[in-house]
């Protein structure tokens, strides 16, 4: 027995079967990264405050031409299966793959930087800007500290007022442990440790690193979801969009290792599956392209 | 479209060698589309009972607060230790249950019976494909959805028990459980969603590809039209469901806030999360598929009615055209009515006009659709055998459902009748003697073709009057306590509200005692409606090897398909070559030789 | 590789087989590819050109991301010549992503009059 139009089309529709099956999949897909986009769009509008540079631009200019190149490149490789030339579809199809290691080697890259930054919030004012002043000097501490939540925030035009102890204050743990806690410090029985502030706003020039007592912090949070819904949607989207990428390169890998056996076997259904894979790295890349606007530069 | 491309592929089988799969590649890890059906249907069956039985015992804590369940007290403490102590449901067993009942009633039991049991054996026959479109994609269906199972399953054993949120999960308190019951519920959701994601695109592909030569459009059986747009329901409504599953786990597991909003206070303790997110959020995301999926399940229970009256009433269904467009509308518009959901939500005035009128608009095709199967009955010569009974009283009950689904549709009575028993007895009108009906009628109908037996009349017809008795005797009260203010999802069946507690003296909305003691009678009615089950499960069973064999490949002398192959058909379906020359329902054609004529059948000679 | 289903029954209808055809399409290809290396730029460009107007910051930048995807979709997923079937899909979905996401917002910013401060929400 065999399913009829698996390779050629049904001249009605003018679609094999799995043209049809990888576009009702990619409408849900659409609802699906809707959905989240939605979610992103109303925390956002709810929110009291949004923060802004979380996230560095060139990185993630650099992984948006990765991933434009790497939809020429399977297109290209469709292409060449049509003209019959399969060397290069192995060439493209290979530097396709290539592409979306390179993409998520430079994710898991921006990943581990945040996992490994940390915000302290002060249990109140006074203490706060104590610590202010030992990171970034006892005249200009208290200011510098302030730039940078008013920076983050963009704060310029507001009225409001932030007492210190909303304030907090960026930074490094000693030995850049990953997804420390106040609870894994306190359990870890450290009564102090050693915390680098950040360079204040618009230089590089790293503060000395400061002697911080855990009991005078209210709250301690690396840049993981559970920081801010900002860094909640952040992971949620990246990671749900880097699963898609993953899973798309695992399966166009698996069309270049088996391409051999298929094209002795049936050309047209290896094209076709390289049509149907394309469509779905091309969405991929497609979402990412709205993703990086609304993450990184908005 | 009068292809005549299949030909070729069609008739492949008959010449292929027969070569024998093996135990586990035919029953197990099976790609054919019927095996994947029965294996769907019993398997929802399954946890259609055990839904059953999860009400029943929280049915006998609402009736008689406090005292130890008869027969199981034991069994429920042994497994589930301290929460059902001396055999008594503690309030979070009863939460536990009251929210599995709900979950596997609807994404366990229902929808994989409504859509995937019987879409996937009878679609595929209906419009005379070979398989579904995808047989691979259609056996990864079944597991993810075995998957789903197994985990909600477990996770009633898990320290703390299943999750106790309710089937719609409601963050906060969703999340600030402090057992991981939720954990599961939703890594179990991702996987049935998954499962129905991938059906969805197997039937909508298998609907628009593989239909025989001359099978149009407008040449399709009403239920196949049912099926197709069910699946664009799935499809479409769910993965917005599916982002607010992720985002809940990502709350749960990882203590992010998407539904957590700044300053939630928890026992008298500022919870300790970032905050700044919104509870209303996961209701939307959650309806948005939450409103659909009721016509995920309604829908279908539609089609096989339609299939089952048409049938047994030997005359053309009443105003075809109109089901199908009807049918095509509600799917369009059950899109845009779920905020009815959340009236009380506090929306302002403006939206919730918009999603009243909405709601108001889509009842319009609902009863188009019951009005043209009201129709159909008009003069027939009506054969009232088990599943045209069941057919048949699926009308006026889910009329009963629909009616009474108006005043909750319509915000200011929905202020009133929110969240209380007129609710559940709302819906489970729609679902229990609705869509159950039409399914048990499903199951009476084509497990001839299933087996090549029938199943037993008498069993069946027991089962019917004491299904119809049951039902209507436990939801019918159900309105009046609700009307009265009894509010659901209390674990005492509302003894702290009565007017018989001391503490409410004077309190004038109070529960009277009349209110209370409807508890006891819909109990005993529940157990009734248990009692009427057992002759069905004899019945299915017993009839796979008493049953009287059929006499011929179309026992019902039916027009569609399905029936004009072997029974039960082999692995292809058909044994020649279909194609299709006319609709789907020609019965009782004046001048033909039988009263009925299957859709292949070329022109027959004309009686004079 | 060049029978072709739809010449069959539509005359008028370009053979997308063809070498000639694929070759033709290639160059569109990397045409595309450059409008959206040079979109890319022109999004980062616009994000160190500060704009005071949110709303114009917000509309420019997703006016240009929908150009791009508009250019993925139409030329490298083939949308610009594909089947009314797909078409219908599509065209169904974003009328329901367009109601999640265009309800939701109004939903959660319409509020009863009464809890309205100065016809802000307290």
């Known amino acids: 027995m065999e399913i009829p139009y698996a390779v050629k089309p049904r001249p009605d529709t003018g679609l094999y079967n799995a043209k049809l099956g990888i576009w009702l999949f990619l409408a849900s897909e659409v609802m699906l990264f809707g959905g989240l986009f939605s979610s992103y769009i109303l925390l956002r509008v709810g929110a009291d405050l949004w923060p802004h540079g979380m996230v560095s631009i060139p990185v993630g200019t650099f992984n948006t031409f990765v991933l434009i190149a790497s939809s020429v490149t399977v297109v290209m490789s469709w292409a060449s299966l049509k003209l019959g030339r399969l060397g290069d579809f192995k060439k493209y199809m290979a530097l396709t793959i290539a592409c979306a290691l390179g993409f998520l080697g430079v994710k898991s890259f921006e990943y581990h930087a945040k996992f490994t930054h940390y915000d302290v919030w002060f249990k109140d004012a006074a203490t706060a800007e104590k610590y202010f002043k030992a990171a970034y000097g006892e005249e200009k501490g208290v200011e510098a500290a302030r730039k940078l939540f008013v920076e983050r925030f963009h704060l310029h035009n507001t009225k409001a007022v932030y007492e210190a102890n909303q304030v907090q204050l960026p930074g490094h743990l000693e030995g850049n442990p990953l997804f420390a806690t106040h609870r894994s410090l306190a359990s870890a029985k450290k009564e102090t440790f050693q915390f680098t502030p950040d360079a204040p706003f618009g230089t590089h020039d790293h503060p000395k690193p400061i002697e911080v007592k855990l009991s005078d912090v209210e709250r301690l949070s690396a840049y993981v979801p559970k920081h801010s819904t900002y860094f909640a949607i952040y992971f949620t989207i990246t990671a749900l969009h880097g699963l898609h990428v993953l899973g798309g390169a695992i399966v166009l890998a698996y069309f270049l290792f088996t391409a051999n056996t298929w094209w002795k076997k049936n050309p047209e259904q290896l094209a076709n599956r390289v049509e149907v894979g394309g469509l779905f790295w091309h969405f991929v890349d497609l979402v990412w392209i709205f993703l990086f606007p609304i993450i990184y530069l908005l | ?608 | 590789m060049s029978h072709d289903h739809s010449s069959s029954h539509d005359p008028s209808h370009v053979d997308h087989n063809s070498p000639e055809y694929i070759q033709k399409t290639i160059k569109k290809y990397l045409a595309v590819g450059g409008i959206l290396f040079g979109g890319t730029v022109l999004t980062v460009a616009m994000y160190y050109v500060h704009i005071p107007s949110v709303f114009w910051t917000v509309t420019i930048a997703l006016l240009i991301a929908t150009v791009k995807a508009g250019f993925v979709a139409a030329v490298f997923m083939h949308l610009s010549d594909e089947r009314k079937m797909i078409y219908g899909v599509l065209i169904c979905t974003v009328f329901f992503l367009i109601g999640l996401m265009g309800l939701t917002l109004w939903a959660m910013n319409d509020f009863p009059f009464f809890t309205l401060v100065d016809g802000k929400p307290a």
Request: neutral net charge.
């Open chain 2, 1 to 608: 479209m009068q292809s005549t491309t299949t030909t070729t592929t069609l008739d492949t089988h008959d010449h292929a060698p027969h070569h024998d799969p093996g135990f586990l590649r035919s029953y197990v890890f099976s790609t054919d589309h019927k095996v994947i059906g029965i294996q769907y249907g019993f398997t929802a069956l399954m946890f259609l009972l055990f839904g059953f039985l999860l009400v029943m015992c929280m049915r006998w804590q609402i009736a008689k607060p406090g005292v130890p369940i008869p027969l199981v007290s034991g069994l429920l403490e042994s497994l589930l230790g301290d929460v059902a102590k001396g055999g008594v449901m503690s309030p979070d067993l009863y939460n536990s249950f009251g929210a599995m009942h709900g979950t596997i009633m609807v994404f366990l039991a229902i929808v994989p019976l409504a859509f995937a049991a019987f879409g996937n054996f009878v679609v595929p026959l209906q419009i005379g494909a070979v398989d579904m479109a995808f047989p691979r994609v259609n056996m990864v269906s079944y597991q993810c959805f075995a998957g789903g199972g197994v985990v909600m399953f477990v996770s009633f054993f898990i320290p703390g028990g299943a999750a106790q949120a309710g089937w719609t999960s409601y963050s906060p308190l969703a999340t600030i459980v402090p057992t991981h019951g939720q954990t599961f519920w939703l890594i179990g959701m991702v996987l049935l969603i998954t499962s129905s994601l991938l059906g969805a695109v197997n039937f909508i592909a298998t609907v628009i590809q593989l239909r025989a030569p001359g099978m149009t459009w407008m040449r399709m059986p009403f239920f196949v039209w049912t099926q197709f747009v069910t699946a664009f329901i799935l499809l479409l409504a769910f993965p917005p469901l599916e982002a607010a599953g992720i985002l809940q786990l990502v709350d749960k597991v990882l203590g992010a806030s998407f539904f957590l909003p700044t300053g939630l206070v928890v026992s008298g303790k500022l919870y300790d999360v970032s905050g700044g997110g919104s509870p209303l959020l996961w209701q939307h995301l959650f309806w948005f598929l939450g409103h659909p999926e009721v016509y995920v399940l309604i829908l279908p229970a539609m089609g096989v009615v339609s299939e089952i009256i048409a049938c047994n009433t030997r005359k053309p269904l009443w105003g075809y055209k109109s089901l199908v467009y009807s049918v095509l509308a509600v799917g369009f518009v059950s899109f845009i009515v779920w905020a009815h959901h959340m009236y009380l939500t506090g929306m302002g005035t403006k939206i919730s006009t918009f999603f009243q009128t909405t709601t108001m608009i889509i009842s319009i095709p609902s009863v188009i659709i019951l009005t043209c199967l009201f129709m159909s009955l008009w003069g027939g010569s009506i054969r009232f055998n088990t599943p045209m009974l069941f057919a048949l009283a699926f009308l006026p009950m889910f009329g009963i459902g629909g009616l009474t689904g108006l005043p909750l549709g319509f915000n200011f009575s929905d202020l009133h009748l929110h969240d209380s028993y007129y609710v559940i007895a709302h819906f489970h009108y729609v679902v229990a003697p609705g869509t159950i009906f039409a399914l048990f009628a499903g199951v009476y109908f084509w497990y001839p073709k299933m087996t090549g037996r029938y199943m037993s009349e008498t069993l069946g017809k027991i089962h019917f009057w004491g299904s119809l008795i049951g039902m209507n005797l436990v939801f019918m009260p159900m309105f009046f306590q609700g009307l009265y203010g009894m509010s659901r999802r209390m674990s005492d069946g509302g003894a702290t509200y009565a007017l018989s507690n001391a503490a409410n003296e004077g309190v004038v909305t109070a529960l009277t005692g009349t209110v209370i003691k409807m508890n006891v009678f819909i109990t005993h009615a529940a157990f009734l409606l248990l009692l009427a089950q057992i002759p069905f499960i004899i019945n299915v069973f017993m009839s796979m090897f008493n049953g009287k064999k059929v006499e011929s490949d179309n026992p019902w002398q039916a027009t569609t398909l399905d029936w004009q192959t072997p029974t039960p058909p082999p692995h292809g379906n058909f044994t020649k070559e279909i194609v299709v020359h006319r609709g789907p329902y020609e019965y009782s054609v004046p001048g033909h030789p039988t009263d009925f004529t299957p859709q292949n059948a070329p022109e027959p000679k004309l009686v004079k």
